[in-house]
């Protein structure tokens, strides 16, 4: 799994268990508040009954006739009756279930009879107005019992409410700091496990082969980014350890095929200076072998050298207008003066063939591809060099019946010090002539092809764009001339 996943669903869990968190609250919130006003609203109706026994105690205590007692309250009976009324009014705002609404209607009939009562007894004797008041004072004193004692009741269902949501609360509360708690502690430990300890694996790693134990790879392992950052570190590590090879496999190379041509030299210096009389011929050969030799020198430091400039991004053409046919002509003739050992043939076409080209390195390309092509096949076989038009490019072949190259060696046939293993068998090479040949025509807008089968030969094709195509136009018998055209 990659690490942005992982890290968002964690995100998202945290934030699932807040926003839970955030929801539970309010819906507490509310809930507490719905029951702080259904308990006041109990608290209030308790008070107004009691209020409401009070009222219609001071009323009949008012009764002086009735009780013989006189009235010291500072209130009328008007006052207090309209506060009985208010209170009732009152009472009937704050009910709220329709029960205790019946027992305010209760309430209210009750007291409404014993006021009635009142007015009625008001001349009678006081024996006979006490017992018609007394009975219906109960009942409403009894009605109102009931409302205080609904309101007692309403409270403790209220708070035994409360008191079950406190508790959940808790739980929940609880629960969701757990949760938080224990998603945060397995976020950091898979955090140390997965992603810290591959990152520390991956730093020793790199340390270690800074340090130069150049065998040392990260181990591949946790989240998908960090996979990929200990492969590429692994291939670049492995990019690096197959260069170092490369460039000891070069180095070596170099000097193997440095020593060849010196101790050539050496032997031919020993003979000629050794003070005994040569015979002509003999010498007439020893020169030609040191002119070989030399020239052999001189084309693998030419070679290291462009591969140098190349490298360094100092590598500058100096175009001229120039005919292919003269630029393999001048190849062609250079080798088979200098006795060629292979049936060497050349191949032109009547027309030039007009490249607009540094003429020194076009010839490089060439030499390097007709001595590869005389190198790695038997002497005596043939190989041909042969100049086309196709279209607008000029085509510069060379065709060998040599030990040829499989498709496996082919795909890294460019890449500088590559050679392949019948090569190495066959003949000395340092392995950057292709590359140098390759940047070469590159560097002149063309490409080259190869075609070849192990045992049959090898065909290399430079394609390089023509000058003025457009006072050339391409022709059908402009294509790559038959070997009839040949000139030997
Ligand atoms: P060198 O010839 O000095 O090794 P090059 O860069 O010219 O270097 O060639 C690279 C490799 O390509 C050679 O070592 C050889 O393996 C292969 N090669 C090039 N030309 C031919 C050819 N005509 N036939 C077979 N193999 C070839």
Do not use: C
Not at 420 to 437: D, I, M, W
């Amino acid at each position: 799994m990659s690490l942005k996943r992982i890290m968002t669903a964690a995100i998202a869990m945290l934030a699932a268990l807040a926003l839970a968190g955030a929801a539970s609250l309010i819906i507490l919130t509310t809930f507490l508040h719905r029951t702080t006003e259904s308990m006041g609203s109990a608290v209030e109706g308790v008070r107004l009954a009691e209020a409401l026994q009070v009222d219609l105690l001071m009323l009949y205590r008012m009764s002086d006739t009735l009780l013989r007692i006189p009235s010291d309250s500072p209130r009328s009976a008007e006052t207090i009756e309209a506060s009985l009324r208010s209170h009732l009014a009152e009472a009937r705002r704050n009910a709220w279930s329709p029960q205790e609404q019946a027992l305010i209607t209760e309430a209210e009939r009750t007291i409404s009879g014993y006021l009635l009562a009142r007015e009625r007894v008001a001349n009678q004797p006081p024996e006979q107005a006490s017992r018609e008041l007394i009975p219906r004072l109960e009942s409403a004193l009894a009605a109102l019992d009931q409302l205080v004692a609904f309101n007692v009741n309403e409270a403790r269902v209220t708070q035994a409410r409360a008191d079950r949501w406190d508790q959940l609360a808790n739980i929940g509360g609880v629960s969701v700091a757990a949760l938080m708690v224990l998603g945060g502690g397995a976020l950091l430990w898979w955090m140390r496990r997965f992603v810290f300890r591959p990152l520390l694996d991956m730093s020793h790693a790199m340390r270690r082969f800074g340090a130069g134990r150049k065998r040392t790879r990260a181990p591949e392992s946790g989240p998908a980014e960090l996979r990929d950052m200990a492969h590429t570190f692994n291939e670049m590590a492995n990019s690096l350890a197959r260069q170092q090879e490369e460039q000891l496999t070069f180095l070596a190379g170099v000097a193997h095929d440095l020593r060849n041509p010196l101790s050539a030299l050496k032997m031919s210096a020993a003979l000629v200076t050794s003070g005994r009389p040569i015979p002509e011929e003999r010498l007439q050969k020893t020169m030609a072998l040191v002119r070989r030799q030399v020239a052999r020198l001189d084309r693998m430091v030419g070679d290291l050298l462009d591969a140098t400039r190349i490298e360094a991004g100092r590598f500058e053409l100096s175009l001229e207008e120039r005919d292919a046919r003269e630029l393999a002509a001048a190849v062609v003739e250079l080798y088979q003066a200098g006795g060629s050992s292979h049936d060497l043939r050349l191949h032109l076409p009547e027309e030039p063939v007009l490249l607009s080209a540094d003429a020194t390195r076009v010839e490089q390309v060439l030499h390097n591809l007709v001595s590869n092509a005389l190198k790695y096949s038997q002497t005596g076989s043939r190989v041909d060099v042969i100049v086309g038009r196709e279209g607008n490019e000029a085509v510069l072949s060379v065709v060998d019946r040599g030990i040829g190259i499989s498709n496996e060696e082919l795909r890294t046939l460019f890449t500088p010090f590559r050679r392949t293993g019948r090569a190495r068998e066959k003949a000395p090479g340092v392995g950057l002539g292709l590359s140098v040949a390759r940047r070469i025509v590159e560097a002149h807008g063309g490409r080259i092809e190869v075609e070849s089968r192990p045992g049959v030969g090898s065909t290399f094709r430079v394609r390089l764009p023509r000058a003025h195509p457009a006072a050339h136009p391409a022709r059908p018998e402009d294509a790559t001339p038959s070997p009839a055209d040949t000139v030997h």
